[in-house]
C-alpha cells in the first residue's frame, strides 16, 4: 500500500487572535504549512509553531500568501509580476529565518488561499512564484493543486512538485474545489472525510459534489487547522488511513 503525506496550514493566530490549535494539530500531520505574516501570523507565534514542529520532527513549508491580513488571503488579487516576485521571495526568506532559529528547516512551498487558486490556473502569476522559489532555492518543493496545469507549468520550470488534496473541501466532477461561496464546499463529517480519503489514497477516486467519481492523483492531503473540529478531522483522517494499511509519511522523507 502507498504512502500518503498529511499537511495542515499552521502558524496563522495573530497576537490576541488565536486560529487553530497547532500544537495539537502538529501530533497528527507529517508536515506543515506556517504563515509568513502576510495573509495571517506574527513573528513570535511563528516561532512558536516552528519550534513545535521541529521537536516533532515536522517538515516546514512556507505558506505564502496574497498581502492581504484583513482579508486572510482569500482576495483575490492581481499584482504585477515584480511585486508578486518580491514579495513571495519575502516570505520564504522571513520563514528561512524563522525555521533557523527554530532548529529547524524549511523544505517546501505552499500558497495560500487566493493565491494557491490563482496560480493553478493563471500561467502569468504561477510563472512568478516558480520564478521566486527558484531565486530563493531551487531544491525547495512547490505543493499544488493535484490535476492543475501549475503542475505541468513548474515541473516543466525545473521544481519537484508534490500534488495535493482536500480531505475537508468537495470537489467538481472535473477535479476543481467547489468555491467557499457555494453550499456545501467545505465538509463537516468526520467520518464521511475520513472515508472519502482512504478510498482517494487506495483508488485514486473521489466522489464529486454531484455525486460522480472524479479521478485524482495526490501525494499529500491537507487537513484544515482553522476550521471546526480541525483536529478531531485530522486524527480521524489519520486512524482510518492507519487502519487501512496506508503508511503516512512527510513527502520531503522519499525526497
Known amino acids: 500500500m502507498r504512502a500518503i503525506d498529511l499537511n495542515s496550514d499552521l502558524g496563522e493566530s495573530f497576537g490576541p487572535w488565536k486560529m487553530g490549535d497547532d500544537a495539537a494539530m502538529l501530533d497528527v500531520v507529517t508536515s506543515a504549512n506556517v504563515a509568513c505574516g502576510f495573509h495571517a501570523g506574527d513573528p513570535a507565534g511563528i516561532l512558536r509553531t516552528l519550534s513545535a514542529a521541529a521537536a516533532r520532527n515536522v517538515a516546514v513549508g512556507a505558506h505564502v500568501g496574497y498581502r492581504d491580513l484583513a482579508g486572510f488571503g482569500r482576495r483575490n488579487m492581481d499584482p504585477s509580476s515584480e511585486e508578486l516576485v518580491g514579495d513571495v521571495i519575502y ?9 533557523r532559529a527554530a532548529g529547524t528547516s524549511v523544505t517546501y512551498v505552499k500558497p495560500h488561499g487566493a493565491l494557491y487558486n490563482t496560480i493553478a490556473f493563471d500561467a502569468r502569476q504561477a510563472a512568478d512564484v516558480i520564478t521566486a522559489i527558484q531565486a530563493v532555492d531551487p531544491e525547495l518543493v512547490l505543493m499544488a493543486l493535484a490535476g492543475s496545469p501549475l503542475v505541468e507549468q513548474a515541473q516543466a520550470a525545473g521544481l519537484r512538485v508534490v500534488a495535493e488534496a482536500f480531505a475537508d473541501r468537495a470537489y467538481t466532477a472535473d ?78 522523507d522519499a525526497a
Do not use: N
Open 175 to 252: 477535479g476543481q474545489l467547489v468555491s467557499r461561496r457555494e453550499p456545501g464546499a467545505v465538509l463537516h463529517d468526520a467520518e464521511e472525510v475520513a472515508d472519502r480519503m482512504v478510498k482517494l489514497v487506495r483508488e485514486g477516486v473521489i466522489t464529486s459534489i454531484d455525486g460522480k467519481p472524479t479521478r485524482i492523483k495526490a501525494d499529500s492531503i491537507c487537513v484544515h487547522g482553522d476550521s471546526p473540529g480541525a483536529v478531531e478531522m485530522a486524527r480521524r483522517v489519520r486512524l482510518r488511513l492507519h487502519e487501512a494499511g496506508i503508511t503516512i509519511a512527510a513527502f520531503t
Open 91 to 99: 516570505q520564504i526568506g522571513a520563514l528561512k529565518g524563522l525555521a
